[in-house]
């Protein structure tokens, strides 16, 4: 009986221990697995893998247009500079990363970034919008973007209003016009000084003869002139901070710029609001260039 039961163990192994060892050949393998239709999944991965590697370098899909709405103190050219997007390849373009540049700039207070395949980036600001009031004597005149006299400001609401004062002593009467360039250079200097400098501005002044001036908060005097050449003044008046020169007058308007120690009487503006000249200033004072 104990040989009877030896051979049993031999001749009839468990069923569960034949399964286990079996396996199917290549041949049968392949066969499921094409039948599954994994080969198909396959294929398809490689084909949309390719087509996404074309696009991600393609031509096509690199940004060729930026479009700026809203934009009016700025120039769709310099909104376009502060974006960074040109030439750049549309799927790697972060709007946040692209708005938080946009925000950086004084000038604007909200913006949006669309983004439009294969190559177009649509740019949605809103700038700052300043009230401006033309001080001509004790009198507060309101006036437009045009530069038309529309009237006395009987109210004299100050609270973030832009005021320029007219230190030429001519006096102003609703209908008259101021140039518009003047009105927006006063309005760059208010937003980009403090931005770009580091320098508040006090007092915002104009004149015939020196053109839109200015007066930090320290008391520091600044001639800014006319609109040309705005960008490279402001680079050398920010030279100044960086340096830590001291200075209590800038002339930033001629090609090289110079700056004091000492405000030259001749660049006050007197009670009597006489016109100043630009001789004096030049020649009866040592000046240090601004390289």
Do not use: H
């Amino acid at each position: 009986m104990n040989a009877g039961r030896r051979r049993t163990a031999i001749t009839d192994p468990p069923t569960t221990r034949r399964r286990r060892g079996v396996r199917p050949g290549r041949r049968l393998q392949v066969q499921q697995f094409v039948k599954s239709g994994r080969i198909i999944s396959v294929a398809l991965l490689v084909v949309v893998t390719w087509y996404a590697m074309q696009m991600m370098w393609s031509d096509a899909y690199v940004v060729r247009t930026v479009n700026v709405v809203g934009a009016a103190t700025m120039s769709r050219q310099r909104v376009i500079d502060m974006t960074e997007l040109a030439d750049v390849s549309i799927w790697t373009v972060q709007p946040d990363a692209v708005r938080a540049r946009l925000l950086a700039n004084p000038y604007v207070t909200t913006a949006s970034v669309e983004i439009q395949l294969p190559d177009t980036v649509t740019i949605t600001l809103s700038e700052q919008q300043s009230e401006i009031r033309w001080k001509s004597g004790q009198w507060y005149l309101l006036v437009n973007s045009e530069g038309e006299i529309l009237g006395i400001d009987s109210a004299v609401v100050l609270t973030g209003t832009l005021v320029i004062n007219d230190d030429s002593g001519q006096k102003l009467t609703p209908g008259d016009t101021v140039d518009s360039d003047i009105l927006a250079l006063a309005r760059d200097i208010s937003l980009r000084v403090p931005a770009e400098t580091g320098l508040t501005v006090s007092r915002v002044g104009w004149d015939p003869i020196r053109g839109v001036s200015f007066r930090a908060g320290a008391g520091e005097l600044i001639l800014v002139g006319r609109p040309e050449r705005l960008d490279e003044k402001l680079a050398l008046l920010r030279q100044l901070r960086d340096t830590k020169a001291e200075f209590a007058f800038v002339d930033l308007r001629p090609l090289t710029a110079y700056y004091r120690l000492d405000i030259p009487v001749s660049a006050l503006v007197t009670d009597t609001q006489d016109v100043v000249t630009d001789t004096t200033v030049i020649t009866a004072t040592r000046t240090t260039t601004v390289p």
